[in-house]
T-cell receptor
Framework: LAKTTQPISMDSYEGQEVNITCSHN???????ITWYQQFPSQGPRFIIQ???TKVTNEVASLFIPADRKSSTLSLPRVSLSDTAVYYC??????????FGAGTTVTVRA | EAGVTQFPSHSVIEKGQTVTLRCDPI?????LYWYRRVMGKEIKFLLH????????ESGMPNNRFLAERTGGTYSTLKVQPAELEDSGVYFC?????????????FGPGTRLTVL
């Protein structure tokens, strides 16, 4: 599994855009990049997955540069309810999801 | 549609006792996974079922842990005898075949405290 590195924590305010960058220098050709979100006292929840360029859904956008050695999860106009831990995972059809420490995002009023 | 459910939500037991955790996956999901987070550590994979068969139990810490999924529906994870280091949150997840293994649906977890 490709090792990932992401910031331990980020602070933001309501209405701002939050961008979390994940480094995965050893990503393999067949690996996908997946992001999960975890609220306190809940299990992780799948947010978005991509292979290259840009993916967008109703929750977030995922930007992946051509070399795929990093990716950025973008949360538009965050609210207090977006306060959570965000995990970047890299793998291919990897039933053994490997969670790192994640990034704790705190949104303030 | 109901999500993944886990029971109990919390369990407090004495060292040496036995505890059984239950997971009900989303109906129709053949794949069921167990993970756990022990204090201060990251979420780690324990094992993977496809229907009633264990596909991979490489993450099970030792033989005090026994997982079953009789009939391919709900699963149980038994810890016998429990030790202090078993304290943590145990998560169950499920996914349907072909959905993409990277998208798993997690339950809320069972918080186990061993005193």
């Amino acid at each position: 599994l490709a090792k990932t590195t992401q910031p331990i924590s980020m602070d933001s305010y309501e209405g701002q855009e939050v961008n979390i960058t994940c480094s995965h220098n050893n990503i393999a050709t067949n690996d996908y990049i997946t992001w999960y979100q975890q609220f306190p006292s809940q299990g992780p929840r799948f947010i978005i997955q991509g292979y290259k360029t840009k993916v967008t859904n109703e929750v977030a956008s995922l930007f992946i540069p051509a070399d795929r050695k990093s990716s950025t999860l973008s949360l538009p106009r965050v609210s207090l309810s977006d306060t959570a831990v965000y995990y970047c995972l890299v793998g291919v059809n990897d039933y053994k999801l490997s969670f790192g420490a994640g990034t704790t995002v705190t949104v303030r009023a | 549609e109901a999500g993944v459910t886990q029971f109990p939500s919390h369990s407090v037991i004495e060292k040496g006792q036995t505890v059984t955790l239950r997971c009900d996956p989303i109906s129709g999901h053949d794949n069921l996974y167990w993970y756990r987070r022990v204090m201060g550590k990251e979420i780690k994979f324990l094992l993977h079922f496809v229907k009633e068969s264990k596909q991979d139990e490489s993450g099970m810490p030792n033989n005090r842990f026994l997982a079953e999924r009789t009939g391919g529906t709900y699963s149980t994870l038994k810890v016998q005898p429990a030790e202090l280091e078993d304290s943590g949150v145990y998560f169950c997840a499920s996914t349907a075949r072909g959905l993409g293994y990277n998208e798993q649906f997690f339950g809320p977890g069972t918080r186990l405290t061993v005193l």
